[in-house]
């Protein structure tokens, strides 16, 4: 559940905060391309140092640690999964590729993390709707996308109590073996699931009773607007973005490699 | 045996919800939990079979200190039952449903069917035993899963807001049925808003008020109290504001239960001779 805190917007005041919704998602497709273009360390380190600053200027160091943290088992599975497949393909030797290799995986991991992260801490629900809803998406979806987003602290408080409430009746959960550890999840999940469906038919109709859907043309108290803030930091996105496919193409990346340490 | 000290705890989110309480609750007490919404009532519960665990302080059970034990090893005797009965029903029958806890406790494979037909009969619940839970009403959900605790003999009873949805006859039987409990020697302990079901109760109150036990004492006292029952946004059970009123009359300002008012009544008219 640690990780979902590592995406529950506050309201923070920061320059990242007020920038249109629409440039934090440029921002973030970027950070992800240049992500998926590069395998190399060095790349991958950088460009997780350059997102340092972003982090700190939006004040969400606190909930991207814990969000970090909580992905902590996927690094490492992504990680040693990495670190064997090389492992295993190079006559089980322990090469300083395979270890420089997973690493800048797991490295790469946390980048996204880290962009999915700067994204949904410093963008409010309503403005995510909004700039949706701005970019011509019928609005049913829209609604569907925030509707998601906002009830996820509310599933994971839910999760929570449901759980207090089997313990409370002797599920222990972490005992047994590995397929009775999954078993125990059986009496949790079974009420989310089940208050998740019943709940999403309760909005429905009180969303219904509110005249959902009623007209077609929907206006908005609040509209977006890309401010010279917003153009200054696209065109800057675009600059990287076509450094980096020059880089890519045309600059080869020096190779720094992790050494084995010596066992 | 449940015994507070001087605790204290503040959630995560940094809201303080308890601030330095102490009480103790002997064995085969009967206590009501009152106080305003987040006034602490259901974390101070949740400190019972250690869910939430003290920040600072201590909560002994049976001698036991709640830090030092598993939920599931105190749930044996604290059963604790949460007010929303969807948080915990998972299972294809009633009888399932009931079965889940005992299972979990370890009892004899011969001895389940027994005691589900007990739950079931004390609470009503006997047409139901091969019906999914899902597709009962609420007061009746909330009746399971008060059964599914019930089942494996807790010796003391918590029970988060078990009014909720019940109708008035459904509360008559809760109330014989907790005075029953109570009267087997077992400590019932219930958190409620409802001031009516408390009166008629008559149990030992615990009033709490923004993370702190503003009063403690027999309900007859704290429900007649203008003071601190206004001051935990708690309105006075008809017959004590009947009584505040009639207050001219000679007639005493702590009643609470319509038997003891209509005693009262009958005598004040018979010294003025109404016929």
């Known amino acids: 559940m640690k990780v979902f805190e590592g995406l529950q917007f506050r309201h923070v005041s920061s320059p990242i905060h007020r920038l249109d919704p629409r440039t934090k998602f440029i921002i973030s497709c970027v950070i992800f391309a240049q992500a998926f273009l590069f395998t190399e360390f060095l790349y991958l380190i950088l460009l997780f140092l350059a997102q340092l600053p972003l982090v700190i200027l939006a004040r969400i160091q606190r909930q991207w640690t814990r969000s970090l943290r909580g992905g902590l088992m996927l690094i490492f599975l992504i990680f040693f999964t990495n670190l064997i497949v090389g492992v295993v393909s190079n006559d089980f030797q322990l090469t300083s590729e395979s270890l420089t290799y997973s690493t800048s995986m797991s490295l790469r991991f946390v980048v996204l993390m880290t962009s999915f992260s700067i994204f949904f801490l410093t963008t409010s629900p309503d403005d995510l709707g909004l700039a949706l809803e701005q970019s011509h998406i019928p609005y049913e979806f829209c609604f569907a996308f925030t509707t998601a987003v906002r009830f996820v602290p509310v599933l994971a408080r839910e999760a929570q109590t449901i759980m207090d409430a089997q313990k409370s009746r002797g599920l222990e959960l972490e005992k047994g073996g590995f397929m009775k550890r999954i ?43 890309i401010e010279r803030r917003d153009i200054i930091t696209l065109v800057l996105c675009f600059i990287i973005l076509a450094l980096t496919i020059y880089t890519r193409i045309y600059i080869p990346i020096p190779d720094v490699s992790i050494p084995i340490p010596p066992i | 045996m449940i015994e507070v000290e001087k605790l204290s705890f503040t959630y995560p989110a940094g809201i303080e919800a308890l601030k330095d309480i102490s009480v103790t609750i002997p064995e085969g007490d009967f206590v009501a939990i009152m106080g305003e919404n987040g006034a602490g009532k259901t974390t101070l519960i949740k400190h019972f079979n250690g869910i939430l665990k003290p920040d600072t302080g201590r909560v002994y059970v049976d001698g036991i200190d709640t830090k030092k034990a598993s939920v599931a090893e105190l749930s044996r005797t604290i059963g604790l039952v949460f007010q929303n009965p969807d948080h915990q029903l998972f299972s294809e029958t009633v009888e399932e449903e009931i079965a889940f806890g005992l299972k979990n406790f370890g009892f004899q494979e011969e001895e389940i069917p027994k005691r589900i037909d007990w739950a079931l009969n004390l609470l009503n619940l006997m047409q139901y035993r091969k019906t999914s839970p899902f597709l009962l009403s609420g007061g009746e959900r909330k009746r399971v899963a008060l059964a599914t605790v019930l089942a494996w003999n807790p010796k003391t009873l918590v029970i988060d807001e078990p009014t909720i949805g019940q109708d008035y006859r459904q509360k008559e039987r809760l109330r014989h049925f907790f005075n029953e409990l109570h009267d087997q ?4 302990i219930f958190v409620t808003h409802d001031v009516e079901f408390v009166a008629d109760c008559n149990p030992r109150v615990l009033l709490m008020y923004k993370g702190q036990i503003l009063s403690d004492g027999p309900a007859k006292q704290i429900l007649t109290n203008h003071e601190v029952t206004s001051k935990a946004s708690i309105l006075l059970p008809q017959i004590a504001q009947l009584f505040h009123q009639l207050e001219d009359f000679g007639l005493p300002k702590e009643v609470i239960t319509i038997q003891e008012a209509k005693g009262l009544i009958e005598d004040l008219l018979k010294r003025c001779d109404v016929p």
Request: aromatic share 4%; no cysteine.
């Open chain 1, 183 to 225: 078993r125990n999840y059986i009496p949790i999940l079974i009420p989310l699931i089940v208050s998740a469906i019943r709940r999403s038919l309760e909005l429905a109709e009180a969303m219904e009773t509110r005249a959902f859907g009623a007209k077609k043309q929907r206006t908005s108290l609040h509209a977006l607007k």
């Open chain 2, 185 to 188: 020697g077992r400590t019932v």
